[in-house]
């Protein structure tokens, strides 16, 4: 009943101020006009950037919403949506431009929802990830009988099967020994990827997000990783069996969270398939390799899923209201979900900031780190929990801290070295040594 009445809450707060939207489709000229017609009319809380170019040249442009566009504040956790991978999948797209309005919209009329989530939330919005793919798509339109027309970028790559495969490393890692975070990427990954691909790898190094989701088309469900099967090929056949990140339970409940505040999408049964709760594992519906959802999770801090939001990929533009009104509650409900588990400040024991540092959690056996300004953010379930920071040439330090369902748990760490500054031998400060000229570069 507590679930329900919570639901009933948010609604009543948004209902009251419905932004006025506009429902048609949106060709690529026309999306670059609706991100900055919504910057122009809310100048002081979003900025348009892009993170680069299509094959074609088209910029992969994102609107950010923040209290202070452009910067990092600490503590503020950042997160993405990203809309239009496959081009031929639109109601992503469509989606993520409506929301963009409407979040403008009622923080102009002082929801204080909205407010609070601008205010607390760094949020950036991509809509499209293949413009090239969806100007080949939205030329056929609804009609077309290609059903895969438009899907890859314009090189003919399917972009959800283009970034590094990091998944082979961790489940040889989880068996043998190894990094179980951060994994690196190959030497040449550059040359193996698409420019949209690339583009989008650089984005997420460049921030420190701690959630996503990327909006896909052609089911109803809500899919979180891993992806790729344990065992991705047997006999030649791809296998579907259930792989379990060491954070499933709460990635089960980022995905029951979106399912349960969609409008029918948690009922199970969509698009002739049936998924309980509305919800799946990525390997257990079918086995996917080098996918965006799991680069994510096994290469940086970020938490993503993969929301399947339509049986038509390329639904009428007469259907967008209902989608529009079966979704908000939804894409608004998956940002909140950011601001759960702990977060807090790593700092050596002079108040720096100490990025990098490594924040392990008993029992999970996936680490996060701290970003360029010292913040960190752990997404866990309601629990208590014995948390440990690392970093190199500092003791380390554990506490345990109990997690409530509400706000984040405050935890800040403030390491020592394990030698003193100032007892270091020459070996260890190699600027010291005497044969070093003054004039090298530093």
Not at 163 to 180: A, Q, T, V
Not at 394 to 422: C, Y
Request: aromatic share 10%; hydrophobic share 35%.
């Amino acid at each position: 009943m507590s679930g329900l009445l919570s639901v009933l809450l948010h609604l009543s707060l948004l209902l009251p101020w419905a932004a006025p939207v506009t429902f048609r489709h949106h060709r690529y000229d026309e999306l670059v006009r609706t991100l900055y017609k919504v910057h122009n009319e809310c100048p002081y809380i979003t900025r348009v950037y892009s993170v680069g170019r299509s094959v074609k040249g088209r910029h992969l442009y994102v609107l950010e919403f923040s209290d202070y566009p452009g910067i990092h504040e600490p503590l503020e956790p950042e997160v993405k949506y990203v809309g239009n991978m496959h081009g031929n999948e639109v109601l992503g797209r469509e989606l993520l431009l409506q929301l963009a309005e409407f979040l403008c919209e009622e923080f102009r009329n002082a929801n204080p929802r909205i407010l609070r989530l601008v205010q607390d939330t760094r949020i950036h919005i991509m809509p499209s990830m293949n413009p090239d793919g969806y100007e080949v798509a939205a030329a056929q339109g609804p009609e077309a009988s290609g059903y895969l027309l438009g899907r890859n970028n314009a090189n003919g790559v399917d972009l959800n099967r283009n970034f590094p495969d990091l998944n082979m490393y961790i489940y040889y890692n989880d068996k043998y020994g190894g990094p179980n975070h951060h994994l690196p990427l190959p030497d040449n990954w550059e040359s193996q990827v698409e420019p949209e691909t690339r583009a989008i790898i650089q984005w997420i190094q460049s921030f420190n997000f701690v959630l996503s989701a990327n909006l896909h088309g052609g089911a109803v469900v809500a899919n979180y990783p891993y992806d790729k099967s344990l065992e991705h090929r047997f006999r030649g056949y791809r296998r579907t069996a259930n792989t379990p990140t060491p954070d499933d339970k709460l990635f089960q409940k980022l995905a029951k969270v979106y399912s349960y505040a969609h409008g029918w999408m948690h009922h199970g049964w969509n698009c002739g398939d049936y998924f309980p709760d509305g919800i799946t594992n990525g390997a257990s519906w079918y086995s996917l390799s080098k996918g965006m959802q799991d680069f994510n999770y096994l290469h940086t801090n970020c938490f993503e899923i993969t929301l399947e939001l339509s049986c038509d990929k390329f639904p009428r533009q007469e259907e967008l209201p209902r989608e529009w009104l079966g979704n908000r509650e939804a894409l608004v409900q998956f940002l909140e979900q950011v601001h759960q588990g702990i977060k807090g400040m790593v700092l050596d024991e002079n108040n720096n900031y100490l990025p990098n540092a490594v924040i392990s959690v008993s029992g999970i056996n996936h680490d996060v780190t701290s970003g360029a300004h010292g913040d960190y953010f752990r997404l866990l379930l309601p629990g208590t929990y014995t948390v440990t920071a690392t970093a190199p040439g500092f003791d380390p330090k554990t506490v345990s801290v109990t997690v409530g369902p509400a706000e984040p748990k405050r935890v800040d760490f403030q390491l020592t070295r394990s030698i003193p500054q100032g007892t270091e031998s020459p070996a260890q400060h190699p600027e010291a040594d005497s044969h070093q000229s003054k004039s090298s570069p530093g």
